[in-house]
């Protein structure tokens, strides 16, 4: 099964911007759909982005849509997460996910990564 460990978290000044990246362990990761939700303090798990395994094909979220990028490399057992024109309201902990169907909802997710700390200031 593959683990997942994420990096690239930290504090930005609204308006800014933070790449995500998501690097996995394992021999199957391209055989994996990856995504990002997030979780703001209170507040439940929610969806932010998802890509197909080939990379092909995305889903945002409407809050994501416009400012956030989902990528990945195959060869590099990487997913990333680009973030530009961030607001307060984004600040969560961020965590990568991988599931063997797709990852619209946290219950289709079979494999988490450990969640990174996403701040921006007003």
């Known amino acids: 099964q593959v683990q997942l460990v994420e990096s690239g978290g930290g504090l930005v000044q609204a308006g800014g911007s933070l790449r995500l990246s998501c690097a996995a362990s394992?021999?199957?990761?391209?055989?994996?759909?990856l995504g990002w939700f997030r979780q703001a303090l209170g507040k439940e798990r929610e969806f932010v982005a998802a890509i197909t395994r080939s990379g092909g094909n995305t889903e945002y979220a409407d809050s994501a849509k416009g400012r956030f990028t989902i990528s990945r490399d195959n060869a590099k057992n990487t997913v990333y997460l680009q973030m530009n024109s961030l607001k307060p309201e984004d600040t969560a902990v961020y965590y990568c996910a991988a599931s063997g169907t797709w990852l619209r909802v946290p219950s289709r997710v079979d494999v988490w990564g450990q969640g990174t700390q996403v701040t921006v200031s007003a």
């Open positions: 394992g021999h199957t990761f391209s055989g994996y759909a």
